[in-house]
């Protein structure tokens, strides 16, 4: 057996039966041992920021890592970008990385890099495979790595010929540590607090935003008067009817200051203390009042569930939490505004739907408009590195081939990893894509006021419009394959939508929002 | 004088007047900036690889640094690949990456990563700038690092604030550090080795493959009867009639050990010694013979060109060196292989072409029938991270304006930069692109084999083809504002060739080659 088809096999029974790849010479043995090894499902992209995002969407909705095969230095740097959003979302994920063969590192080939520097920036786990006997341990333990909690990015360098070498063996897999228990002093300080009848904010964020963890917290609202709220964006929070209704905290620095107002006590569950994207002259660099005190439940890697309802029972025990009645907006018509999508979608959104949101500013009302539609899922861009909604959707869509995906995706973010379109094509994923198409940045816009800066100017304006020429989202969509319309309005929106969650495969709308 | 201001106004100044640029939140003030410094072109790009890329392209033509604008981490990531071939080529790049001002980075803000680890791995010159009244001299000495012999890439890292604060002032350009002058006694040394009459090879790289350089090594093989060769893939080689006919190393590992069979004496100029691309089993690391002793006339950063002139006039002062005559191959017909492509180009092939060569295993026959053209640059893939050509002919078009630039493009190698073709529209550059449509990685076939993997299950397969669905680029091209057609014979792909150099502006041909 050689190292290829150990490794393979090792990541198969350490339960990681997916690679989205994208290979290069140095890979060859590893594609070629797939045929050996039919459980490996080999899933191919067409650039590597796309393997990296579907890896962090699937991970996020199957809850076990994918595995990505990247090529050397420069293909590990393509996906670097989405490894950057994985990392921020503590998802766990295992990088495969082709190197040279070990004879040839001293010769400087042209394709010599320095990988193991690139994979420390983002990976909590690094380790370079030194013969084909290591293999399969070595890919062992990566998984272990990138499963135990609270995950993280697990990067095993495969030179080519520890992968073509014989003498290699199968391991067996490492226990995956599980999540810590949070110790009970904690969880009575906290209750202590929550008695106190002071301002106090539940901030739930990780893997806490499952529905346990939201009855629990809505139970702890209802019984003492805290408020929740989420991060700005969980890596997966799961909504809808049926669920308390917890404020996401606002994304621009004046409204998540004006959200945290008079907080007194700040608990944090599997969260982080929030803190603004960027700094802006003259505000602060965070939304927390000064003074309040913060407090930590749970951090990450802690079993923020458990101690939510374990805080339950002690300061809320007899309270019920207070949920959301299903509801919809109507379905609007008309002028296609950013909220009329929201509404479009929220009338329309499936029952078990998983979506994907990368709309950025044409988000607005996009969580309010859909709170009330039936129980969904919700992935959103955690590290701020644009370009990983169409990825992830990619993932979630290969992890949950009986739900249906949709991607609500900004124009000038989607354009980073347009390719992850051809994927989605050739599995037949049941993916639908609505394209934010205002023909602009409008971040960038916003920011730039925001900011200070004036750029009031042509040259500036040019950097921020995506006009000149504009996009043509349905022959991009169309030219990899994706059945794809534009809607105009609001009601070609909707039909479009129901139109495209009737059928399976992926499909793509392109909505024209004004700006456009 | 704000940061942002100063620094592009030192950049301005040092000849670094060109900016490619895909910006965030953190570089809001450089934006805005170019409204006030007329002098910088800012040419935006969506997709930071098609920035770094174009960069490269730029100045390998330019004959000096343009600038990039990137985004923390992630930004710097997404370019990482095409910074790879600019290292690789020693090409003279600066890069701005902004960053969170100096009081968010302690806060840890989801975009923050370690910038300068990333930058590290790359660059041959990092520093962070850490006060407005610092970044002008910053800037300065970021360009002289980039543009001294042999040329590198400075990657100069900008917190947000280092921008917006006002306390900046222009700083004066640094002195450039020219090519040094090789030593007397080398020369004369290999003056020696040449008057031997042992079979000796003169190896060009980096950048000796100039018309001046290649005639005086053209009159070293008259003179000496020495055998004159380029490295696989010089950063920029002049061509055609009237020059010299010089060998290129092939690529394959066979054919490279059949050209250099036989040699005593390998003299290296401006290039490092040939190293095979990648190991492959039981094959030695490179190509050069056992008993074949390496010479180095010029290194890297040394003027190879004043060595060859010097050489010449000891060794062979009075030979002639023989140029090829003028020749075209004829204007095939019938079927669209990559020789008839190749033929169709050499013979359509304008005076004063950029060719931008990431044509891969589709790029058969292209040297040989386009050897005796007009007079033209040549522009390769100088580290082997595919995804350069899109965005290097970008560059090359920005430098010279008055020259058409052809691309010839690889299809899946296309799809990793595919974006860069909106910037062509948006420029309207004169760029003829010609996507080699055959359907499939076809080099990774190739190596597949070589390196002895068998691969021929079904599952190994699909990673190695883009089908299923196919990518149609005819309608990719037109999306993003490219007029394209599609070539399924020789004499279409003539006709397409022929009316495309006739109109300004970029078109994409997609020619369709056997396996598509």
Avoid at 21 to 45: C, I, K, Q, Y
Avoid at 79 to 93: D, I, M, P
Avoid at 331 to 347: H, N, S, Y
Avoid at 413 to 425: F, G, K, N
Wanted: aromatic letters at 4%; proline letters at 8%; one cysteine or more.
């Amino acid at each position: 057996m050689n190292g290829a088809q150990a490794l393979i096999r090792t990541l198969v029974g350490a339960g990681v039966d997916v690679c989205f790849a994208n290979p290069g010479t140095s890979e060859m043995h590893f594609v070629a041992a797939l045929d050996d090894v039919p459980e490996m499902r080999g899933v191919l992209t067409l650039f590597e920021g796309v393997a990296t995002g579907a890896a962090d969407g699937y991970a996020r909705m199957a809850g076990r890592p994918a595995a990505t095969l990247l090529h050397l230095g420069p293909g590990l740097g393509n996906g670097l970008a989405n490894l950057h959003n994985a990392r921020r979302g503590r998802t766990a994920l295992v990088n495969v990385v082709g190197d040279h063969a070990r004879s040839h590192k001293r010769l400087d080939a042209p394709l010599e890099s320095d990988i193991d520097a690139i994979a420390g920036t983002v990976s909590g786990w690094v380790r370079r495979s030194l013969s084909p006997a290591d293999v399969a341990a070595d890919a062992a333990d990566a998984v272990a790595a990138a499963a135990s909690a609270p995950g993280r990015i697990a990067t095993l360098v495969l030179p080519a010929d520890v992968s073509w070498e014989d003498g290699a063996a199968v391991a067996d897999p490492v226990p995956v540590r599980p999540a810590s228990r949070v110790a009970p002093s904690v969880i009575r300080d906290v209750a202590t607090v929550l008695s106190s009848g002071q301002p106090t904010v539940l901030f739930l964020g990780g893997d806490t935003v499952t529905a346990a963890g939201l009855l629990a917290a809505g139970q702890l609202a209802a019984g003492t008067g805290a408020r929740l709220m989420t991060e700005t964006f969980p890596a997966r929070a799961v909504r809808g009817a049926g669920l308390p209704e917890v404020t996401r905290l606002p994304y621009p620095p004046e409204m998540a200051i004006a959200a945290l107002e008079g907080t007194a006590h700040l608990v944090l569950v599997g969260a982080t203390s929030p803190v603004h994207f960027f700094a802006y002259p003259g505000m602060p660099g965070h939304p927390v009042p000064k003074d309040c005190t913060v407090h930590v439940l749970a951090e990450p890697g802690e079993d923020g569930v458990a101690a939510l309802l374990a805080l339950a029972e002690i300061a809320a025990p007899d309270a019920e939490p207070e949920v959301l009645e299903a509801s919809r907006p109507e379905l609007p018509v008309g002028e296609l505004t950013p909220r009329a999508m929201a509404a479009v979608i929220g009338a329309l959104l499936p029952e078990n739907a998983i979506v994907v949101d990368e709309a950025l500013t044409s988000g607005v009302g996009l969580t309010e408009l859909t709170s009330g539609a039936p129980r969904h899922d919700w992935l959103s861009l955690t590290g701020g590195a644009i370009g990983d909604g169409l990825p992830m959707a990619l993932g979630a869509a290969v992890a949950c081939p009986d739900r249906p995906v949709i991607g609500i995706q900004a124009d000038g973010s989607a354009m980073y990893t347009i390719s992850a379109l051809w994927t989605y094509a050739r599995e037949q994923l049941d993916i639908t894509t609505i394209i934010c198409d205002n023909g602009s940045y409008a971040i960038l816009e916003h920011e730039l006021s925001r900011v200070g800066a004036r750029g009031d100017g042509d040259r500036a304006a040019k950097l921020l419009t995506l006009g000149g020429p504009g996009l043509d989202f349905v022959a991009l969509a169309t030219g990899m394959g994706v059945p794809a319309t534009r809607a105009r309005t609001a009601e070609e929106l909707a039909d479009q939508l129901r139109q495209a969650l009737a059928e399976p495969g992926p499909h793509l709308i392109d909505a024209v929002l004004p700006g456009r």
